[in-house]
């Protein structure tokens, strides 16, 4: 079945989201939708998928014009969709969930007796390896995908969209999915990919269609490189890798001593974790999301009071203080989820700037705010961070991403600071506030500060590190020098020690072969992912 | 009001409540994804960000919807619409005529009595109104000042309560100047309301039961403790009825314009009014409120802030809790002069309607106890004087808050623009200006 956008548009108010998309996907082909966070693409995605209406243009499929008043309609002509968040039942069977909308009954009572047939007869065919019955929340992440998948393919879709599907999938997960794409095209499914992750989109397209700022801005061959598909999708030439001298380590640590964490359903989240960052050096801690880094880094700050262990900060114990007397102590602490834990969406930019330093007897005096002197912290962190705001007094809520993101940094570096944990410091962020971010990451180092960044964006571990620490299953694998190579992290990702990972890249396995020198040289893109295929 | 219909009441409130509540999780456990970056307010704010013109468009609407309410009810305009179509005018000469003569009651009752014969007289509606008010105003700052650390003060009526009872334990058993004795009223009046809200903030902060039901269990237990205790230690000896002893002259808040006026309005008035200044000051400009506002906009930001969220909520209901408290200190020795079982009335309920019109900001506040004071006291002057049942009030007050709990309503009545809207577009404007200027 052929997909096909002409002229798009879809407008929220004054925003204009997708500016006149043309594109086609024949059948048996994967069409990748390239573009930065932001750019528009789960927007089209959703345009095509019956969510929303588009302001202007039409959908054809098989060259007859069609309209979407929602995504039953959508199923209906034959467009599935796997959802960047997955859309199942967490209590329900695979079986269950693949039935749900759809059920097959006899009389009143379900009859998943069909369903489960499908699922097998789908299951055999492409190697899903699904058991209809089991559990969808004691599945792995993958698997659960595959249910997604599943679920598209009992309802008979010709057309297949998958919305950032690697997002949270391990590497080797990662490569199941490519190999499950393929198989689907060569059935002679559309398939409509939306990534920005350069290795995959190489790896598995037919065409592709890079989107920036909501307009299509050019299509490419899957053979073009790396360098140019970035440099389309954003604009303009890149430096991920950040200006910075070699690090100067001085005598303040940090230390990490058997930091154990362990779930209220008995799961270990943190394994008898030991480390060390020294003063004036960046320890990245790499890994696919979910390995126990958010966990430490709470740890760290002092919202994990199960955690046992011992976290030392030169002579001071922060294990068993309260997050006020960690802050107290030194300790900067940018949050992974910045909308949920870093600011107050209804508090001011001048607020949110003293959010955790009001009650400094710079901010407040005999408990009564200091207008004036938060309105003048205001100005200088607005000016020195270059956060792009209307007004100071303005919700920090109707910033953007990288903006608000700003804010968080500007707070956390105001103080003089003995350590500094970011999480995911540039996730959801434009490219430019990424560079500075990092810039100010990289002058904190160069005081002196010893500096912890979590990042499940390999590119920005490598931009930032001097080490890198590599977290899986809540265990630390091992620390890597900051030139290891991809393939050799990605192995410690997915659960060996650097010893083991390092060795069996020296054996020249298949797993991203350490082709240390020609991926350094990619390093300077922000989305290319190793040249190992 | 007798308990049983109190506790009716404190049980429709608690199932709204509890709707607000749920509605709100929603919205946080299920966001669009495409909003990711976007601030998703919740209910709460959402009723609370319309402005004021929200607020008075809300009560313009109950007012029109419940004019038609008098006129359908009128006997007369009942009887003339029998021969409507032969002619209508006289159906609609008569439910007017009812209607304005209702809302004229109503203000006479409440504001100016322009029909009375000294200046005194007319205007002592106002300072009735004035006196009415002082329980609704502490108790709605009691709801507001929760409401905006995030939390549903449903246990006012039982703070209310127990501030009376610890007011009254101090009138009956002490007998110091009035200075002293007032002072002393006022302390325990805080302290017994602290207890009670502060108790509900311990348990939610240690134990994470939910507000709402541990305010209305409390709220059950005060009415029954005040029962008990007005037939026991604080009963008036010889006498067999519910009620407390009459407070001593030294025990009772003085009139403000003196006993040879037929004003009532009491020294209270102040406190309440200090209250205001006080809390508009704790909410807005001391780092106590920075705190509290920052636990109710964004919990997970105030821990990262290092902002105990559990202190907040003790905090804040212990505060919330002594305000209410005040409210029945000063009912028992300020108005009504003893203590009985409708020492409470609806106060507690009628706040959290008087905070949410007042969009829990302290002076918005202070507004709407003004405006259900105003109810209040006209009320029964509107059912004497034109026989329209006291219950219209009631049902005007309960429209007011419908149309509020329903911004886009009256936005689309009144062609009130959408608070978040048009502020965006003007701060885009303004950045994409500052753009051009820096080119």
Known sequence: MKLELRGVTKKFGDFTANDSIDLVVEPGTVHTLLGENGAGKSTLMNVVYGLYEPTEGEILIDD????????????????????????????????????????????????????????????????????????????????????????????????????????????????????????????????????HKLREVRAISNDITVIR??????????????????????????????????????????????????????????????????????????????????????????????????????????????????????????????????????????????????????????????????????????????????????????????????????RELTRDLKLFVASQPTRGVDVGSIEFIHKRIVAERDKGVPVIIVSTELDEVYALADRIAVFFHGELMGIAPADTPRGVLGQMM????????????????????????????ENNLPWAEGENR | MSVEETLQAQEGLAASATALGT????????????????????????????????????????????????????????QASQYFFARPSDTLIYGWRAASEAYVALFQGSIFNFEANTFVRQINPLFETLTVSIPLILAGLAVAIAFRTGLFNIGAQGQIILGAIFATFVAINFNFPLVVTLLLIIIGGLLGGAIWGGLVGLLK???????????IMLNYIAVYLLQYLLKNS???????????????????????????????LHWGFVLALAAVFFVSWLLNRSTIGFRLRAVGANPGAAKNAGISVSAGYILVMSIAGALAGLAGALQVSGTEKVLNTGVAASFGFDAITVALLGRSTPWGTFFAALLYGAFRAG???????????????????????????????????????????PRKKSAKKKASQKAVEAK
């Open chain 2, 234 to 264: 604080l009963q008036r000896p010889g006498n067999t009825n519910p009620i407390s002893p009459i407070f001593e002259d030294n025990a009772i808040f003085p009139r403000i314009f003196g006993d040879g006026t037929p004003f009532r």
């Open chain 1, 64 to 195: 007859q014009p069609v309209t979407f008043n929602g995504p039953s309609d959508a199923m209906n002509a034959g467009i599935g969709m796997v959802h960047q968040h997955f859309m199942l039942v967490p209590v329900f069977t695979v079986a269950e969930n693949v039935a749900l909308g759809s059920e097959a009954t006899k009389g009143v009572s379900l009859d998943l007796a069909t369903t489960r047939k499908k699922i097998r007869e789908i299951s055999d065919q492409y190697g899903f390896e699904v058991d209809p019955d089991a559990v969808v929340e004691d599945l792995p992440v993958g698997v659960q995908q595959r249910v997604e998948i599943i679920k598209a393919l009992v309802r008979d879709a010709e057309v297949l969209i998958l919305d950032e599907p690697t997002a949270v999938l391990t590497p080797s997960e990662t490569d199941q999915l490519l190999g499950i794409m393929d198989q689907l095209r060569q059935d002679g499914k559309s398939l409509l990919f939306i990534s």
């Open chain 2, 379 to 421: 009320g029964t002057n509107m059912q004497v004087s034109t026989g329209t049942p006291i219950d219209l009030v009631l049902v005007v007050q309960a429209l007011i808050v419908l149309f509020i709990a329903a911004p886009p309503l009256v936005r689309a009545i009144f062609r009130l623009p959408d608070p978040a809207k």
């Open chain 1, 213 to 410: 700022r909501g307009k299509v801005v050019g299509k490419a061959d899957p053979t073009v490189s790396t360098n140019e598909l970035a440099t389309m999708m954003v604009g303009k030439n890149v430096q991920l890798v950040v200006d910075k001298e070699e690090a100067h380590t001085n005598s303040d640590t940090f230390e990490v001593k058997d930091l154990s964490l362990v779930a209220p359903n008995g799961v270990p989240l943190l394994k008898n974790v030991n480390f060390t960052v020294h003063g004036g050096e960046i320890l990245a801690v790499a890994g696919v999301q979910g390995n126990g880094q958010t966990e430490l880094t709470e740890a760290i700050i002092g919202l994990q009071p199960k955690a046992t262990g011992s976290l030392k900060l030169g002579e001071t114990e922060l294990m068993g203080k309260s997050t006020k007397q960690i802050l107290r102590a030194g300790v900067g602490f940018v949050p992974e989820d910045r909308s949920t834990d870093g600011l107050v969406g209804s508090f001011s930019i001048s607020e949110n700037l003293i959010l955790d330093l009001f009650d400094r007897k710079e901010f407040s005096r005999a408990a009564t705010l200091n207008r004036s002197a938060i309105s003048k912290n205001a100005d200088r962190a607005i000016e020195e961070f270059d956060i792009r705001v209307g007004h100071k007094n303005d919700a920090a809520a109707t910033l953007s991403g990288g903006n608000q993101q700003k804010i968080v940094v500007a």
């Open chain 1, 494 to 521: 997915a659960g060996a020690t650097y010893e083991e990972a390092l060795a069996s890249a020296d054996f020249g396995s298949d797993v991203g072969t350490g082709a240390a020198t020609v991926e350094q040289s």
């Open chain 2, 23 to 78: 509605a709100e999780q929603k919205t946080k456990d299920n966001p669009n994804p495409q909003m990711g970056e976007q601030y998703r307010p919740s209910l709460a704010t959402r009723i609370l960000g319309g402005g004021v013109g929200l607020s008075i468009g809300a009560m313009i609407a109950a007012f029109i919807v419940g004019g038609l309410l008098i006129a359908v009810t009128d006997s007369k305009t009942q």
């Open chain 2, 205 to 215: 902060a240690k134990t994470g039961a939910h507000e709402v039901i541990l305010s």
